[in-house]
């Protein structure tokens, strides 16, 4: 299962199938964190799939949807309760990891800032340049 880091805490990637879960709990993660709305797509497994999944591979689940272009305070705040709170490592997904990685940065802006938390993203292979203002009003 391929994942790309963005810090110590949390690995990011695109959509995670429950079978996939099992091998996630092998490579050393503890957690797991679903950006995605149920019924974004036909065919996706559902948050209740995911869960029992990840509860059988003995990760902690937890589920902060958010539909593309619409990220709210309250999610962010509901991710970064999420990483403080979750044994680590923690891989985070959506539909290709992008959202994962915009709410990563905007939990983290102020301790590292707007350019750094770009930077990361990109090198994650996310571009979140088009959110460089939320992130600067966030303390980046």
Same mark, same amino acid.
């Given at each position: ?45 559902? @948050?209740?799939?995911?869960? !029992? ?8 689940? *937890? ?17 970064? *309760?999420?990483?403080?709170?979750? &044994?680590? &490592? ?30 990361? !993203? ?6 979140? @340049? ?11």
């Amino acid at each position: 299962m391929e994942t790309k880091k963005l810090d110590d805490t949390l690995c990011i990637r695109p959509q995670v199938l429950p079978e996939q879960l099992a091998e996630a709990a092998r490579l050393g993660f503890r957690s797991v964190i679903n950006n995605r709305p149920d019924g974004e797509e036909p065919g996706q497994p559902t @948050s209740d799939q995911v869960a !029992a999944a990840a509860h059988a591979a003995g990760l902690e689940y *937890r589920h902060i949807p958010v539909i593309p272009g619409q990220i709210t305070d309250d999610a962010i705040d509901a991710f970064q *309760r999420g990483i403080a709170e979750m &044994p680590k &490592p923690i891989v985070g997904f959506c539909r290709t990891g992008t959202r994962a990685a915009m709410l990563w940065a905007l939990s983290n802006a102020r301790e590292i800032g707007a350019d750094n938390a770009i930077e990361c !993203a990109a090198g994650a292979g996310c571009d979140i @340049s088009g959110i460089r203002a939320r992130l600067e009003q966030r303390g980046g």
